[in-house]
């Protein structure tokens, strides 16, 4: 019998804790010089602590509407990085029966495939390393899809939704994160233009009152429009009434 392969960090890493959950993780100390350089973009896998307090309130999102649907679920994370949201849902929130996660960066699956096992969630978690959109539309058929997708890409995730929602059951929810705050802001309007198909406010002082309400209007906005091109009405099992239950995380 052949030993299991362990596996071993090439880089700076620590464990940390969070919700109910030990993660393995770059150590962003040793990327940065003082505080403001502790860009999580310049480890080889990505890792946002500031962000905890975002998963803290996207696994009450999720705690709620497995609730409201009231049957086992199942999510998908396309882009997990280490892992720790995706775990976290599996660990945490009562009900879910299947977590599919997913990362292109091979040095993230196998932190990813790590901190799974280190858990203990193998029995729920499936883990691929493949492009998102690829994952997404391989999910696309009834059988296969899924209750929840979360997807929280480098920049916008206008490029994903239609694969998203394709992969989305009825009565679904999506979880979409933007990072790209300039284009939504109004800064670059040609470019928020071209990625969400909404004019923008321009960057003057009038405008910057108004940069909460476009963040929170124009992504919303992108995603109905495709959730028409797919035909995904999200329904109450009961009422048959639309849920008006959306959940688009706050912006970092």
């Known amino acids: 019998m052949e030993d299991k392969e362990v596996y071993v960090a090439d880089f700076p890493s620590e464990i940390i804790k969070e919700g109910k959950v030990q993660i393995l993780v770059p150590n962003l100390k040793a990327y940065g010089v003082v505080p403001s350089d502790f860009a999580p973009s310049k480890a080889p896998v990505f890792y946002n602590p500031v962000m905890e307090f975002n998963r803290d309130l ?86 296969s899809r899924f209750d929840i997708v979360d997807i929280d890409p480098f920049g916008t995730p206008v490029p994903y939704l239609d694969s998203a929602f394709q992969a989305l059951k009825n009565r679904g929810l999506l979880a979409a994160t933007a990072t790209d705050l300039a284009p939504l802001c109004g800064v670059h309007a040609k470019a928020c233009l071209r990625k969400y198909g909404i004019p923008c406010w321009a960057a003057d002082s009038f405008a910057d009152s108004f940069q909460e309400y476009e963040q929170g209007r124009d992504l919303p906005n992108a995603s109905q429009r495709q959730q028409r091109h797919t035909d995904q009405h999200p329904v109450s099992q009961k009422s048959q009434e639309p849920i008006r239950f959306r959940l688009v995380r706050p912006i970092s």
Do not use: M
């Open 58 to 143: 996207t696994v009450l999102a999720f705690k709620a509407y497995q609730h409201i649907v009231n049957h086992e679920i199942s999510i998908c994370e396309p882009f997990t990085s280490q892992g720790i949201r995706g775990i976290r849902f599996a660990a945490e929130v009562e009900g879910v029966k299947r977590v599919l996660l997913n990362d292109i960066n091979t040095s993230a699956y196998k932190l990813a495939k790590y901190n799974i096992e280190f858990n203990k969630q193998q029995d729920k978690i499936v883990i691929k390393n493949k492009d998102a959109n690829c994952v997404l539309s391989c999910n696309a058929s009834p059988r």
